[in-house]
């Protein structure tokens, strides 16, 4: 098993801001580590002993279902909660008395909140790790992870990749972690393909500028379909915007397999889940698209990698 180091050890992780492409090689070596001994399989105790509570205050299904896949894989035990806003939540108590009850209970809690920056606040309240799943429009770093973790295995490469993000960029937190995780690398090229209402956050634009990533913008798949090495899908945020608004772009921009076969041979398609019709199922027998292969399998791999680094030393 790959050797870690401690940069991570007891320190919760809240932002993708807080990985260097040092972090990030060590914790996709873990990952790969645990993706080949499962394959042969390996049962791992690596964290036995240790309590993951997954605290979703939203729905969620892969992000929920992944973080306790992994605890488990890894010989710990696990506290699922999803649905908080139907328990103590609904008679007043605060986030930062229920991180502090479930804190005294485990090692460490997997939190999703509707909140921008409810996983910064919780960390401030916790005396063990909390580890982001997604907060409100902010971010979600163990998706960027695994999403970056899935194109090098892909591509076989960090550097000098062609990226269109499609869809809602000003909503979708999946797509914010990602374009600030590969702006660590070189030659990066990010197309963004979305609504005029929904465009990626100007913070995040001028960031990743700075650091070198050439960014255009695109009214349609069609405009760079043939030109990118990775088509990064995203539904619409509902639940995030009016009705009226939703409406009117929901259906913008669709992938047939018509478009995907216009792609390169080796490029990738994916998605973070759940795709509601923005790409149609004749898609998903696509040999480019790794949305339910790839991808799917790599999230338990990273979050297990992610879980071994705060509680382990090594």
Same mark, same amino acid.
């Given at each position: 098993?790959?050797?870690?180091?401690?940069?991570?050890?007891?320190?919760?992780? &809240?932002?993708?801001?807080?990985? $260097?492409?040092?972090?990030?090689?060590?914790?996709?070596?873990?990952? $790969?580590?645990?993706? /080949?001994?499962?394959? #042969?399989?390996?049962?791992?105790?690596?964290?036995?002993?240790?309590?993951?509570?997954?605290?979703?205050?939203?729905?969620?299904?892969?992000?929920?279902?992944?973080?306790?896949?992994?605890?488990?894989?890894?010989?710990?035990?696990? &506290?699922?909660?999803?649905?908080?806003?139907?328990?103590?939540?609904?008679?007043?108590?605060?986030?930062?008395?229920? &991180?502090?009850?479930?804190?005294?209970?485990?090692?460490?809690?997997?939190?999703?909140?509707?909140?921008?920056?409810?996983?910064?606040?919780?960390?401030?309240?916790?005396?063990? =790790?909390?580890?982001?799943?997604? $907060?409100?429009?902010?971010?979600?770093?163990?998706?960027?992870?695994?999403?970056?973790?899935?194109?090098?295995?892909?591509?076989?490469?960090?550097?000098?990749?062609?990226?269109?993000?499609?869809? $809602?960029? /000003?909503?979708?937190?999946?797509?914010?972690?990602?374009?600030?995780?590969?702006?660590?690398? /070189?030659?990066?090229?990010?197309?963004?393909?979305?609504?005029?209402?929904?465009?990626?956050?100007?913070?995040?634009?001028?960031?990743?500028? #700075?650091?070198?990533?050439?960014?255009?913008?695109?009214?349609?798949?069609?405009? &760079?379909?043939?030109?990118?090495?990775?088509?990064?899908?995203?539904?619409?945020?509902?639940?995030?915007?009016?009705?009226?608004?939703?409406?009117?772009?929901?259906?913008?921009?669709?992938?047939?397999?018509?478009?995907?076969?216009?792609?390169?041979?080796?490029?990738?398609?994916?998605?973070?889940? =759940?795709?509601?019709?923005?790409?149609?199922?004749?898609?998903?027998?696509?040999?480019?698209?790794?949305?339910?292969?790839?991808?799917? #399998?790599?999230?338990?791999?990273?979050?297990?990698?992610?879980? #071994?680094?705060?509680?382990?030393?090594?």
């Amino acid at each position: 098993m790959q050797q870690i180091n401690g940069n991570f050890y007891k320190k919760s992780i &809240i932002s993708i801001d807080q990985f $260097d492409v040092h972090d990030i090689e060590i914790a996709f070596s873990l990952a $790969d580590s645990y993706r /080949k001994d499962l394959g #042969k399989g390996t049962v791992f105790h690596d964290l036995e002993g240790k309590i993951l509570t997954a605290l979703f205050y939203e729905p969620s299904s892969r992000t929920f279902g992944s973080h306790i896949a992994a605890m488990q894989r890894l010989g710990g035990s696990t &506290i699922p909660i999803q649905g908080v806003t139907f328990s103590s939540v609904s008679k007043g108590e605060t986030l930062e008395d229920t &991180i502090r009850v479930f804190a005294s209970y485990s090692d460490v809690i997997a939190l999703r909140h509707p909140d921008e920056g409810a996983s910064e606040i919780a960390s401030t309240y916790s005396p063990i =790790p909390i580890i982001n799943a997604g $907060d409100g429009i902010g971010e979600h770093p163990t998706q960027a992870l695994l999403d970056l973790f899935t194109i090098k295995s892909r591509l076989g490469r960090t550097d000098n990749i062609s990226v269109a993000m499609v869809g $809602d960029l /000003k909503y979708g937190r999946t797509v914010h972690s990602l374009a600030k995780l590969l702006s660590l690398y /070189k030659n990066i090229t990010l197309h963004f393909v979305c609504p005029k209402t929904s465009p990626m956050p100007t913070d995040i634009v001028s960031l990743i500028a #700075k650091r070198g990533v050439v960014t255009k913008t695109a009214s349609s798949i069609n405009d &760079i379909i043939n030109k990118v090495d990775v088509l990064y899908m995203t539904r619409v945020q509902k639940e995030r915007m009016d009705l009226k608004l939703y409406e009117s772009i929901k259906d913008l921009f669709i992938l047939d397999a018509k478009l995907a076969d216009q792609m390169k041979k080796k490029s990738v398609i994916m998605h973070p889940l =759940p795709r509601i019709h923005e790409i149609t199922k004749e898609v998903d027998d696509n040999p480019r698209a790794v949305y339910f292969t790839d991808q799917v #399998k790599n999230g338990m791999f990273i979050r297990m990698a992610l879980l #071994k680094m705060v509680l382990t030393k090594r």
